[in-house]
């Protein structure tokens, strides 16, 4: 069982950054795969970026280039810096966890976070 808490989000302007957080709890966080989602309002939850066990992430067309996905083992959290951020990246963002990467990259994943508010203001 693993429980996902994200942190980070909140209000800034077109251009800023921010870091979101996920804390994962249990001892075996680092086998499983991780990944963000994002869904804003009146849209379906979609895809931002994924990274696996052994470091390899991809990322979803629209943020390649201004997302980072990291993860740091030691401290059972993985990270998602966002860089030039624009209006559209306006969404509640959700951490994802499996132990199969690709279950992670499709969205059928078995854990999920709450949830962090990001806004971007024009």
């Known amino acids: 069982q693993v429980q996902l808490v994200e942190s980070g989000g909140g209000l800034v302007q077109a251009g800023g950054s921010l870091r979101l957080s996920c804390a994962g709890s249990?001892?075996?966080?680092?086998?499983?795969?991780m990944g963000w989602f994002r869904q804003a309002p009146g849209k379906e939850r979609e895809f931002v970026a994924a990274?696996?066990?052994?470091?390899?992430?991809r990322y979803t067309d629209s943020v390649k280039g201004r997302f980072i996905i990291s993860r740091d083992v030691a401290k059972n959290t993985v990270y998602l810096q966002m860089n030039s951020l624009k209006p559209e990246d306006t969404a509640v963002y959700y951490c994802?966890?499996?132990?199969?990467?690709?279950?992670?990259?499709?969205?059928?994943?078995?854990?999920w976070g709450q949830g962090t508010q990001v806004t971007v203001s024009a």
């Open positions: 990274i696996s066990v052994t470091g390899i992430t």
């Open positions: 249990g001892r075996t966080f680092s086998t499983y795969n």
């Open positions: 994802a966890a499996d132990s199969v990467y690709s279950r992670v990259l499709i969205g059928r994943n078995d854990y």
